[in-house]
Every structure is written in C-alpha cells, then in structure tokens.
C-alpha cells in the first residue's frame, strides 16, 4: 500500500519568510501530483497539479516539483503572508483516474 | 463554477441508524468521488464514478456503505448500521477527465458525522 509522508508535521515561520514542505512516497511511481491546503473544518482547495507528463507547476509565490525517480515532491512558498496559515496536503495517483493517497499534512502557521 | 456541495455539513445520529449524504460536483464534471477524513489524518480515498459507472471502490467501503450516482449527476453516499467507527468528515469531490489529462480535483466543505 503506498504510504504518503509530509516533513515537517508542524512549521511556524514570521511573515516574508519563504520555505519548503517536503513529501515522498513509498512507491514512486507517481502518476499525477497535487498539492491541497485545508482551512480548518474545510474542504480542500487545489493549489497545484503536476500531471503524468511534468515535472514542476508553478502558481503566483507557489511552485511545486516532482522527482519521480525517488517519489519526493517539494512546495516552496515564497514571501509568506498571514493568510498561507493553514494545513498544506499533498496526494498522488497511480493510474490516473484521481484515487488519490495522501500525506497526513504539514500545519503551517504564518506570525505577523 | 458554484463549486461542490455537500448536504448536510452536519449530522449527529445514533450507532445503528442509516445515514444518508449528497452532493452536488461542479455541473460539467464527469467524475466524481468520495473520501473520508478523520482528525489529523488525510483524506482516504473511498469511491470514484465517471458518470453514471462506478468505476474503482476501496476496501474501507464496507458492505454497509453503498454510493449511487444515478443519472451521471449529483451522487448519495448512505451508511446503513452506523457505528461509532464510521464518525469523520466525508468529502465529495469532481473533475473533469478529457483524455489523458485531467482537471485537479474540487471539493466541497464535507459531511462531519458523528455517531453517538
């Protein structure tokens, strides 16, 4: 069974830092990657998607990438603000069809 | 785009009683899919449908647990024989696949259900 670990579990930064979340798969063979944020008692919202065929998604300060030959994945967020305060999840597939596994999150908090 | 929505955000029931939830994906998406979450873990992936077909269910989904999605639109996860085990957040998400690229996946705000 594919096993999904985020690193770290926790991480509180001061506003403006930028930083890493880390993630990596027992088996790494990956088919699509996405990354979630979940605001507490909410759903999840997209943040980004690399599909089969990519290796890196970038969007506004966020930019993700995927290296399929050792099934890790990293979320960098640059200048980090207030509002990124949440629990940040990532999750892939293995056949395409979105049946995803994920990791158990990293719980980011932001201090003004 | 009015997002996924989930009825109810909440419900409170006894073990033993049958449960039933909805939701409503994104109007033009064509899968459609139902995890569940327990506090401080992620999402377990629990069924998928592309339309109308049930395409792909979870060992977590046991025989008390039946989903329909019944005219390729808005779907029904029911739980029969609740127990206290089956409490979590359960989430309804959609996407749109076209070939072999897919569209993220959208969720709505989830299910919280409690079994006392």
């Known amino acids: 069974k594919q096993e999904v670990t985020q690193i770290p579990a926790a991480l509180s930064v001061p506003e403006g830092e930028n930083l890493v979340l880390n993630c990596s798969f027992t088996d790494s063979a990956i088919y699509n990657l996405q990354w979630f944020r979940q605001d507490p008692g909410k759903g999840l919202t997209s943040l980004l998607l690399i599909q089969s065929s990519q290796r890196e998604q970038t969007s506004g300060r966020l930019n993700a990438s995927l290296d399929k030959s050792s099934g890790r994945s990293t979320l960098y967020i640059a200048a980090s603000q207030p509002g990124d305060s949440a629990t940040y999840l990532c999750?892939?597939?293995?056949?395409?069809?979105?049946?995803?596994?994920f990791g158990t999150g990293t719980r980011l908090t932001v201090i003004p | 785009d009015t997002g996924v929505s989930q009825n109810p955000r909440h419900k409170i029931t006894k073990r033993g009683q049958n449960v039933t939830f909805r939701c409503d994906p994104i109007?033009?998406?064509?899968?459609l899919y139902w995890y569940r979450q327990t506090l401080g873990q992620g999402p377990e992936f629990l069924t998928y449908f592309q339309n109308e077909a049930q395409l792909e269910k979870s060992r977590l989904l046991s025989d008390r647990f039946s989903a329909e999605r019944p005219k390729g639109s808005f779907s029904t996860l029911e739980i029969q024989r609740t127990e206290q085990g089956d409490s979590a957040m359960y989430l309804c998400?959609?996407?749109?696949?076209?070939?072999?690229?897919?569209?993220?996946?959208?969720f709505g705000n989830g299910t919280r259900l409690t079994v006392t």
């Open positions: 109007s033009e998406h064509n899968r």
């Open positions: 998400a959609s996407s749109l696949a076209a070939g072999p690229m897919d569209s993220p996946l959208h």
């Open positions: 999750a892939g597939d293995q056949t395409g069809a979105n049946n995803l596994f």
